[in-house]
């Protein structure tokens, strides 16, 4: 059974990158099929819909977010990243990492979520 | 982008109540469409994919319907484990967009 676990760093000042890892076990991100996603959640509200990697490092972002956003993978260690660049306060939110069917955009397994705090 | 809108926004309900959640597209998103659950502090839940499709081990009080611009997820049977937030997502287009979110709550 896949799994997929987040880790970051809790507090984040303004202006700062962003940065969580999301480590999987249970199945390799290599393996075909699937979109590694990112999906935040700010408090209180809906979820939004960050991007996702998959082939090998092939990227697709939200174009709200495209212009601060980085997705990547670290194979070896069967995990992939998010970073988000120039962070003000409106990026406080609990950010889940999630796999996602290459036949359809909905997950069936999630991390936990790790909440991020934007503050000085 | 398409914009999802949920209604309502909360719903008071008992133990054994059928209810009945709506999710909106602002386009035609064909049945390209999901529900999701989730508890507080908790990853959302899938529930239903494809707008109708039972996702493996949920059961079967939980029911989805729709095409195009309007759906519904209904809830037949309120059970205790139920009292939980429910949204919709689109995967018609990008960017994949989520509902606001419907909150169940005790009556």
């Known amino acids: 059974q896949v799994q997929l676990q987040e880790s970051g760093p809790g507090l984040v000042k303004p202006s700062q990158t962003l940065s969580v890892i999301c480590t999987v076990s249970g199945g390799s991100i290599s393996s075909g099929g699937y979109y590694w996603s990112w999906i935040r959640q700010h408090p209180g509200k809906g979820l939004e819909w960050i991007g996702y990697i998959y082939d090998s490092g092939a990227t697709f972002y939200n174009p709200s977010l495209r212009s601060r956003v980085t997705i990547s993978e670290d194979t070896s260690n069967n995990q992939f990243s998010l970073h988000l660049t120039s962070v003000t306060a409106a990026d406080t939110a609990v950010y889940y990492c999630?796999?996602?069917?290459?036949?359809?955009?909905?997950?069936?397994?999630w991390g936990q979520g790790t909440l991020v705090t934007v503050s000085s | 982008d398409i914009q999802m809108t949920q209604s309502p926004s909360t719903l008071s309900a008992s133990v054994g109540d059928r209810v009945t959640i709506t999710c909106r597209a602002s386009?035609?998103?064909?049945?390209?469409l999901t529900w999701y659950q989730q508890k507080v502090g908790k990853a959302p839940k899938l529930l239903i994919y494809?707008?109708?499709t039972l996702e493996s081990g949920v059961p079967s009080r939980f029911i989805g319907n729709g095409s195009g611009t309007e759906f519904t997820l209904t809830i037949s049977g309120l059970q205790p484990d139920d009292f939980a937030t429910y949204s919709c997502q689109q995967y018609n287009s990008y960017p994949w967009t989520f509902g606001q979110g419907t909150k169940v709550e005790v009556k």
């Open positions: 999630a796999r996602h069917k290459r036949t359809g955009g909905y997950s069936s397994h």
């Open positions: 386009h035609s998103i064909n049945r390209w």
């Open positions: 494809k707008a109708s």
